[in-house]
RNA sequence: CCCCCCAUAGCCCAACCGGCAGAGGCAGCCGACUUAAAAUCGGCACAGUCUGGGUUCGAAUCCCAGUGGGGGGACCA
C-alpha cells in the first residue's frame, strides 16, 4: 500500500480489497436449521433477467438489502436469497428478433446480472438461487398445477378471453390496462372466444379481501386500497324474474334489492348466452335486429366501450320477464351496458334509482317509477328523475313498494331480502369484480401444461393428468420450432414432442399450452427454502419455521398482480396442508421509481442512467448511499436532485475518521468524552426504529451528523486519542454497513477488527447515557415565545412554572394583564395564556 | 364521477403523542490550505410550512372546504 493509497480514499481498492474475502467467508449463508437465533425471512422481488440490472433494480435491491443487513445486525439469523424469473415474452421476443435460442439469451443474461449483483454486494446466500426457467424448477409449478386440477382449482373453459393481436396470445384481464391496451406490447385487446385454462381464484374472493385488514400498517396503503378495488365485492342479492315463454328462472343480481318495485324492464348483455337463446324465439324483424346490434357492438373496441359518457343504445327482445314481488310483466331488452361476465350478464333495470338505467329508459321511452324518496338537505323531495334526467340514488323513505313502504333504504334491503327468500325467488348474495385467472398462453418459453388430450377416436375430448412420476414435462429444444406468433402454441409444432403413447397403447396429445409466469413467481418464495430437493416442492419444515416473509420489497408495479397471485396461491398451499400461514408477504415495502428530470428513465428519451457506468465510475456504496438518502424510499427519485459525488464524499470523511482514530481496540469508553459518547448512545437508541420504518434517509443523514461530530471532536475538542472518539467510529462502521458494505468493512480493518463487519451486532446504546441532565423549557405567552430557561431535568411543574414567572421576558411580555391559564409540559413548555 | 396518498428554504428532504420550524445533503456565498486548480477544512445565508376557515393555551401536525400534483377504480347493476 502506497502511502498516497493509505490516506486517500479509493472506492476501487477498497472493493477489490473486500470481494474476495467476503467470496471466501460467505457470511450470508444461513443453513435451514439456523442456529438458536430469532429468524427473518427478507426477500426482494426477484429479478427478470432482461439485460443488466438497472437503476430500478439498484434501488429495490439496496433497500431489501439494508433490512437484511439491518435485522443480521440485530442478532437474528436471515435468510436473504436470490433467484430469476426467467421464462417469460420479453425473452422469447428478443430471441425472435435477434435469432437466438431463448434460453441462450435467458442464461446469458443471468449470468451478466449476477456478475453486476457481485459488485454490487447485496447480502444475499448464493447457495440457495434458483431460476424458474430451470426444468428442476417448473417440474414443481407442473406439480402445483396439478394439485390445483385434482382439488377443480385448474380448470378449462371456453369464454371470451383478451387477446393481444401483436404477442398472438391471450392475456389476463390483470394484463389489459384500464385503456384496453396490452400492458406488454401496448396493442390494443380485442375480444376471443377460446378455450383455455383458468385457476379458480374467485373461489378465494372473500379471503384475499377480509385478509388485508390484518396486513394493514405492515402494507402500504396505497396496495391494500388497489387489491380492495381489484377484488371489487358488492353485496347485495340474486333475483329470480321468470321469463314468459321460458321453463328456467333468470336470476340477476342487485346491490338495490329494496328498490324491485322500482323495477320496470330488464336488461341483458348482447353478447351473452341468454340474449343469444332469447333471440332464437323473438319475432323475425327483433331477431334481426338483435343480430345487426351484437355485430355492432363487437366490432366495438374496449376503448369506445369504456367510453360512458356515449348514448345508450339497445334493442328489444321480444320478451316479457315477471317481477317476482308483483307479479308485473316487464320487456326485457338487450343493451351493452350490461357486460356478459360480471354478475349473471343481465340486470334489473330501476330508472328512478340508477343513472344508467334512467338515461336508457329515457333513450327508449320505458316507464320510470319513483320508490324511495329521496329528500335533499333541507328536507324537500328531489324532483321526478324522469324530468329531471337525475336518478335518485341517495337513501330515503320507500313508497310504492307495498311491505317496503315506510322503511329507510337499509332496512327496506334487508326485509327485501327476506321476502325473496320467504317466497323461495331470491336470497342474499355478493359479486365480484375479480375473475378466474386465466393462465393458458400460447407461447414456447414458460412451463408446459401438464395434460394429455386424447388424440384418437376412442378417447377424444378426453384429458388425463401426466402422471408425478412423469414430471417433468420438459420443454423441447427451440430449434426447428417456429416462435413468432402465430395464435397457437409452438409447441403445437413440435409433434415428435406432443405426440405420446401410453402403457395401453393409446394415443394422447400434449397441451400445446404453456403457463402465464405469474404461476412461476407465486410461489418461488418457498422454493427457497431446498432449491436443490429434487423430491419436492418444498420442505414444508423449513417453510414453516421460516415463514411467512417478514419483509418483502419491490416495485409497486406488482401491486395487484403478483401480490395478489401469491397470496392465493400461498392460501390454496395451506388448505392442501402444506403450509401453516396463509399470507406470504407479513410486511411489504415498495419503493418509488428512478426518474431523470421527471421522466421515466428510457433508451428512447434519451435519459438513461445506466446502472454499470454508475457502478463504475462511484462504485457501490456511493450508489447505494445516494439511493438510501435521496428521501424516502417509497418516493420517487429523480437523478437529477441527487448527488452520487456527495455522498461519495461522506463516506470518504468517514472513511478518515476510523484512519484517525488513535486508541487501541478494546479500550474501555466509559472515559471518553461524554458529550460526544451522548451523541454515539442517541444515534444508537434512535437508529433501530428509523430502520424499522423505513427511513433509511434519516438515518443517513444521522450518521453524516455523527461523522461531522466526531471529526470535530478529533480536530478541535476530545482528540484522536479519546476512547470516545473510537466508540463512535465503530458505532459508525457498524450502522454505515448496512448502506456502504465495503467502505464500513474497511473502516472495521482499521480499527483493528476482523472482517466482517455485517456479522457484528449493534452496540446497545447505555441508557445513562441518554439522559439529559438540563433541559430547555420554552416559555410562550399567548402563543409566542418569549423566554427560553436552562432547567435541571429533574425540574417539576411547578418550579417551571415559577421559573417562567420570574422572568423577566416573560413579565414583560404579560404587562399587567391578567393570566387566564398557564399550561406545563415538562420538559418541553410553560404556557401561558392572557386574559 | 368515486376512492386513496401528497404539498415545509432555490432544490432533495427532517421535525416523536399537537409543544422552540431544521437533522442531513445539493446548489450558492465568504475564508483557510495551494504557485494555481481540484480535493479537503472552517464559516455564512436562506422558509414560517399550498390557500381559506375551524378546534386548542399552543397546529407543519387534528377537523372542514378548496387549489395543485400523484395513484387506483369506473356503464361492475
Known amino acids: 500500500m502506497t502511502e498516497q493509497a493509505a490516506d486517500s480514499y479509493d472506492f476501487q481498492a477498497i472493493q477489490d480489497r473486500w470481494l474476495p474475502v467476503w467470496e471466501e467467508l460467505k457470511p450470508f449463508e444461513v443453513p435451514n436449521a439456523g442456529s438458536d437465533k430469532p429468524k427473518k425471512y427478507v426477500l426482494d422481488m426477484f429479478p427478470y433477467p432482461s439485460g443488466d440490472l438497472h437503476m430500478g433494480h439498484a434501488e429495490a435491491f439496496c433497500f431489501g438489502d439494508v433490512l437484511a443487513r439491518y435485522w443480521r445486525g440485530r442478532g437474528y439469523d436471515v435468510l436473504h436469497p436470490i433467484g430469476w424469473d426467467s421464462f417469460g415474452l420479453p425473452a422469447e421476443n428478443a430471441a425472435i428478433k435477434r435469432g437466438v435460442d431463448p434460453r441462450e439469451w435467458t442464461y446469458a443474461n443471468i449470468a451478466q446480472q449476477k456478475a453486476s449483483f457481485r459488485i454490487y454486494a447485496p447480502s444475499f446466500d448464493w447457495s440457495r438461487v434458483l431460476h424458474t426457467s430451470d426444468p428442476e424448477y417448473y417440474k414443481w409449478n407442473q406439480w402445483l398445477f396439478l394439485k390445483m386440477y385434482e382439488k377443480g382449482l385448474a380448470y378449462r373453459k371456453a369464454s371470451w378471453v383478451n387477446w393481444d393481436p401483436v404477442d398472438q396470445t391471450v392475456l389476463a384481464n390483470e394484463q389489459v390496462l384500464a385503456d384496453g391496451t396490452s400492458e406488454r406490447s401496448g396493442a390494443v ?146 343493451s351493452d351496458y350490461v357486460l356478459a361476465d360480471y354478475g349473471h350478464g343481465a340486470i334489473m333495470a330501476v330508472p328512478a334509482h340508477d343513472q344508467r338505467d334512467l338515461d336508457f329508459a ?22 321526478d328523475p324522469l324530468e329531471s334526467g337525475v336518478a335518485t340514488a341517495g337513501d330515503g323513505v320507500l313508497v310504492n313498494s307495498g311491505p317496503l313502504d315506510g322503511l329507510r333504504k337499509a332496512e327496506a334491503i334487508a326485509r327485501a331480502i327476506e321476502v325473496l327468500e320467504e317466497r323461495g325467488t331470491g336470497r342474499a348474495a355478493k359479486t365480484y369484480r375479480l375473475r378466474d385467472w386465466l393462465i393458458s398462453r400460447q407461447r414456447y418459453w414458460g412451463t408446459p401444461i401438464p ?184 418516493d420517487d427519485i429523480d437523478w437529477a436532485d441527487v448527488s452520487v459525488q456527495g455522498s461519495a464524499k461522506f463516506l470518504a470523511r468517514a472513511w478518515r475518521v476510523a484512519g484517525d482514530v488513535a486508541s487501541e481496540a478494546g479500550v474501555d469508553f466509559a472515559g471518553g468524552d461524554a458529550t460526544l459518547r451522548k451523541h454515539t448512545h442517541q444515534l444508537l437508541a434512535d437508529a433501530p426504529g428509523l430502520i424499522e420504518h423505513y427511513k433509511f434517509n434519516v438515518v443517513v443523514a444521522r450518521l453524516m451528523d455523527q461523522v461531522n461530530v466526531t471529526r470535530k471532536a478529533i480536530d478541535a475538542g476530545a482528540g484522536a486519542a479519546d476512547p470516545a472518539v473510537r466508540e463512535s467510529a465503530e458505532a459508525i462502521a457498524v450502522i454505515l454497513s448496512l448502506f456502504a458494505p465495503y467502505t464500513a468493512e474497511d473502516m472495521w480493518a482499521k480499527l483493528g477488527h476482523r472482517p466482517t463487519v455485517a456479522l457484528e451486532e449493534w452496540p446497545a446504546a447505555d441508557p445513562a447515557l441518554l439522559v439529559e441532565d438540563e433541559v430547555t423549557m420554552v416559555v410562550q405567552v399567548n402563543g409566542k415565545v418569549r423566554d427560553r430557561l436552562t432547567l435541571p431535568a429533574s425540574v417539576t411543574e411547578a418550579e417551571a412554572e415559577a421559573a417562567a414567572r420570574a422572568s423577566e421576558a416573560v413579565q414583560r411580555a404579560i404587562g399587567d394583564r391578567e393570566i387566564a391559564n398557564v399550561i406545563v409540559r415538562v420538559p418541553k413548555i410553560v404556557s401561558i395564556a392572557l386574559r
Not at 404453456?514 to 418464495?525: A, G, L, N
Open 189 to 334: 385487446v380485442v375480444k376471443k372466444k377460446l378455450t383455455q385454462w383458468y385457476f379458480r381464484i374467485t373461489d378465494y374472493a372473500d379471503r384475499l379481501l377480509d385478509d388485508l385488514d390484518a396486513l394493514e400498517g405492515h402494507w402500504p396503503a396505497k396496495v391494500l386500497n388497489m387489491q380492495r378495488n381489484w377484488i371489487g365485492r358488492s353485496t347485495g342479492a340474486e333475483v329470480e324474474f321468470e321469463i314468459e315463454g321460458r321453463e328456467a328462472k333468470v336470476p340477476v343480481f342487485t346491490t338495490r334489492p329494496d328498490t324491485l318495485y322500482g323495477a320496470t324492464f330488464m336488461v341483458v348483455a348482447p353478447d351473452s348466452d341468454l340474449a343469444a337463446e332469447l333471440a332464437v324465439s323473438a319475432s323475425p324483424e327483433a331477431r334481426m335486429q338483435f343480430q345487426e346490434y351484437l355485430t355492432e357492438t363487437q366490432r366495438q373496441s374496449e376503448i369506445d366501450r369504456q367510453n360512458a359518457d356515449r348514448p345508450k343504445t339497445g334493442v328489444f327482445l321480444d320478451h316479457f320477464a315477471i317481477n317476482p314481488v308483483n307479479g308485473e310483466r316487464i320487456p326485457v331488452w338487450a
Open 362 to 383: 329515457r333513450e327508449f321511452e320505458l316507464p320510470v317509477r319513483v320508490v324511495v324518496d329521496v329528500r335533499d338537505e333541507t328536507g324537500e323531495s328531489l324532483p
Open 451 to 634: 395434460i394429455l388430450h386424447g388424440a384418437e377416436e376412442g378417447n377424444a375430448g378426453e384429458m388425463r393428468a401426466v402422471g408425478a412420476s412423469e414430471l417433468p414435462v420438459r420443454l423441447p429444444a427451440s430449434e426447428g420450432l417456429d416462435l413468432k406468433p402465430k395464435g397457437s402454441s409452438p409447441l403445437g409444432a413440435a409433434t415428435e414432442w406432443a405426440s405420446v403413447t401410453d402403457a395401453a397403447g393409446t394415443a394422447w396429445t400434449r397441451d400445446p399450452d404453456t403457463m402465464d409466469t405469474f404461476v412461476d413467481s407465486s410461489w418461488y418464495y418457498l422454493r427457497f427454502l431446498s432449491s436443490q430437493d429434487d423430491t419436492q416442492a418444498f420442505d414444508p419444515t423449513a417453510v414453516n419455521a421460516w415463514g411467512p416473509i417478514d419483509q418483502y420489497a419491490g416495485g409497486v408495479e406488482h401491486a395487484i398482480l403478483h401480490l395478489l397471485y401469491s397470496r392465493f396461491i400461498t392460501k390454496v398451499l395451506h388448505d392442501l396442508g402444506y403450509l401453516d400461514f396463509e399470507e406470504p408477504f407479513s410486511a411489504l415495502l415498495n419503493q418509488g421509481m428512478v426518474l431523470q428530470d421527471g421522466a421515466k428513465m428510457s433508451k428512447s428519451k434519451g435519459n438513461l442512467v445506466e446502472f454499470a457506468s454508475e457502478l463504475g465510475e462511484h462504485g457501490a456504496d456511493a450508489l447505494r448511499v445516494t439511493l438510501a438518502f435521496a428521501g424516502p424510499p417509497e
